[in-house]
């Protein structure tokens, strides 16, 4: 049986859940510090408090450690953007001035008196060190007790910064960034094949409408010249000569023929006429 991988943020968020628990009892004592003191009470770690108590200040402890992961997973997804020399402003509003943040600031300062008054509380002013040394009772009280729970900030920043060192070094976070940034290569190179297919697509539509209007008009123009020499509106003598006009080498027998009357009758009506040949233009297919 293979065993999981054990990341170095696994083994600081153990230790960072081994820091809250001995934070507990002194939440756990100030909170039952309120409350009536002739009940039941637990004694864990070598602290007495009501069992509301300890309940409380575990709900606590367990809020400041979301809180602390919410504004760690925060900070991982700041935009890259923001980690230029030039955008200090924008990062710090993005680390500090959101409310994952705020709540951690505010468990922190409502542990950081839990524990000053649990310390000052239980000082043991016979110590040698404190003896021989009185200022460092209030040094004692200061570190053990308002700024221990300030390692909250410090848990969190170190934890980001920590994701962000295995993510860069895990060799399948490299590969897919690597694969990601080939599909988005792809997505782009598909973009420009479509819309240069659409700009040629478009084109040879409106290269084919200009063709079909252009033959349209061509076909339009043979009906009506088919109309006027073939039709009865015309007098017979106009048909004869358009015909000769428009076919100079059809014999005065075709033109007979076609349009049904004698050959005398045509050799009569072109008598002394002479067609005129229209200027030929070529018309592009």
């Known amino acids: 049986m293979k065993l999981p991988k054990i990341s170095n943020t696994h083994l600081f968020w153990a230790v960072y859940a081994a820091f809250l628990l001995v934070l507990l009892p002194q939440e756990a004592w100030t909170i039952g510090q309120g409350q009536d003191q002739t009940g039941v009470l637990w004694t864990i770690l070598g602290v007495k408090a009501s069992p509301l108590a300890w309940f409380l200040a575990s709900a606590f402890a367990a809020s400041i450690a979301i809180v602390t992961h919410r504004l760690n997973v925060h900070w991982l997804s700041m935009p890259r953007r923001y980690k230029s020399a030039d955008m200090e402003k924008k990062r710090f509003a993005y680390q500090w001035l959101n409310v994952y943040a705020v709540a951690l600031i505010v468990s922190m300062l409502i542990s950081s008196i839990a524990n000053f008054m649990h310390v000052v509380q239980f000082t043991n002013p016979e110590l040698s060190i404190f003896e021989k040394y009185p200022w460092a009772v209030g040094v004692y009280q200061f570190i053990f007790g308002l700024a221990l729970p300030g390692v909250s900030f410090v848990f969190a920043r170190v934890l980001s910064t ?124």
Do not use: H
């Open 162 to 285: 920590m994701q962000e060192s295995e993510q860069e070094d895990d060799p399948a976070f490299a590969k897919a960034n690597a694969e990601l940034k080939e599909a988005k290569g792809t997505i782009r190179s598909l973009e420009q094949s479509i819309r240069q297919t659409e700009q040629d697509y478009s084109a040879r539509l409106r290269d084919t409408e200009k063709r079909l209007d252009e033959s349209e008009q061509r076909y339009r123009a043979v009906g009506d010249v088919v109309r006027w020499l073939f039709g009865k509106n015309e007098a017979l003598r106009d048909r004869i000569r358009g015909i000769r006009t428009a076919f100079p080498n059809l014999s005065q027998n075709g033109i007979a023929q076609v349009l049904g009357c004698s050959v005398s009758t045509v050799s009569e009506t072109l008598q002394g006429y002479q067609v005129e040949l229209p200027d030929v233009v070529e018309v592009q297919p």
